[in-house]
């Protein structure tokens, strides 16, 4: 069976022996919550993004939330992101007493503010999101599979509108924009370490960089229900911490993310070169001067749940991220959005395919990968 997300067995015969050090330093220094452990890991981390700091926290939608908390935006106000990603994205901004907004994707598969590219993946005629206006108050990019944003036309219409940025970095550790890191774009960049992330841990776990002290002064009060010191609360916060299992365990795994990169962007490289042109497959466009970590390899294909059930007789398993857009959710059904709004999340939720890849697929497994593909579109 080859499997579309990392081998976890495999990840620990090679830093098994180190995590069980770091969880027994741990063990052995009896301090399980927001300790040594965790100031290290925020430094390192802080670094590692290009970012004067980091603040961690319970998992990568708190962070999303805290970060438009810092805010103090008004209550209510709008918030832009992607109709085309997981709903915890949106989620974060509900939970921050904020109404999530929409505007399509483009080519990147990631949100298009100005909805440029026309004509649109499903070649209907474009349609300005009726909610886009001088409202909104902060935009959040999603830097979907690792993949980067068209980032400059986001800044500018950030500068234009004097909305906030927020980078939802959760899938995209270490991606740059044309030699920037992703995350320092704006304010604030939220990240994810979801086991199954680039850069992930054995529970759960997130983290808020910025380069403003002052944002950074405000989150960990947030992230310790408001309190400037002990049993002081001067602000309404919540209960978001990262615990120090965690952190030692993340910085275990912090070293070894280049390396691991590096082997995703390999077998991406592979896949590219090998299934360009193979039927009606498509592929999520990498903007010049982005350099993509791949946390999902994704295909598109007007015969995606022929592919993967072909596939999965093959013992090939794939998912599907994601199979309904965010405006078509039960949940925003108050928003008053309907089928069309978005034509080209709603195509792109048709069709996606997420194939193997992480950093301990073989060679031989990624050829057989592209080999049944190939097979599937010669039948």
């Not at 795994?253 to 962007?265: A, D, G, I, S, V």
């Amino acid at each position: 069976m080859i499997n579309w997300f990392v081998d976890f067995k495999k990840e620990l015969l090679e830093i098994g022996s180190e995590v069980n050090a770091s969880i027994k330093r741990v063990l052995d220094r009896g301090w399980f919550v927001l300790g040594s452990e965790v100031t290290s890991f925020e430094k390192e981390f802080a670094k590692y993004s290009s970012s004067q700091f980091a603040v961690s926290c319970g998992n990568g939608t708190d962070a999303i939330a805290l970060a438009l908390k810092s805010l103090d935006l008004p209550a209510g106000s709008q918030v832009l992101t992607t109709p085309f990603t997981a709903t915890y994205t949106s989620l974060a901004i509900n939970m921050a007493g904020l109404v999530p907004v929409f505007s399509d994707i483009d080519e990147t598969y990631n949100i298009d503010v100005n909805l440029k590219f026309n004509p649109p993946i499903g070649g209907q005629s474009s349609k300005i999101n009726r909610f886009v206006s001088h409202e909104i108050k902060a935009v959040v990019p999603v830097h979907l599979y690792g993949n980067p944003c068209d980032m400059d036309p986001i800044v500018n219409y950030c500068k234009e509108t004097g909305a906030v940025l927020v980078e939802d970095c959760a899938q995209a550790h270490g991606a740059k924009y044309r030699g920037k890191t992703v995350g320092t774009f704006g304010e604030l960049g939220c990240y994810s370490f979801y086991p199954t992330k680039n850069l992930g841990a054995y529970g759960d776990g997130g983290a808020v960089v910025t380069n403003d002290a002052n944002l950074d002064k405000k989150l960990r009060m947030l992230r310790e229900g408001g309190q400037s010191a002990k049993y002081q609360h001067d602000i309404l916060g919540v209960n978001s911490r990262l615990d120090e299992m965690q952190a030692a365990i993340l910085q275990v795994k912090l070293k070894f993310l280049k390396k691991w990169t590096e082997r995703r962007q390999q077998i991406a490289k592979y896949y590219l070169e090998n299934l360009t042109g193979v039927g009606d497959l498509k592929f999520p466009k990498v903007l010049e001067g982005s350099e993509p970590v791949y946390h999902l390899f994704v295909l598109a294909t007007s015969k995606r749940d022929e592919l993967a059930k072909f596939l999965a007789e093959k013992e090939i398993k794939t998912a599907i991220h994601y199979p309904i857009p965010l405006h078509l959710q039960k949940c925003y059904s108050y928003l008053g959005y309907k089928e069309g709004d978005f034509p080209n999340a709603e195509k792109a939720c048709r069709e996606v395919l997420t194939i193997p890849l992480h950093p301990y697929l073989t060679d031989e497994e990624a050829s057989e990968v592209v080999k049944t593909i190939k097979g599937f579109f010669r039948t």
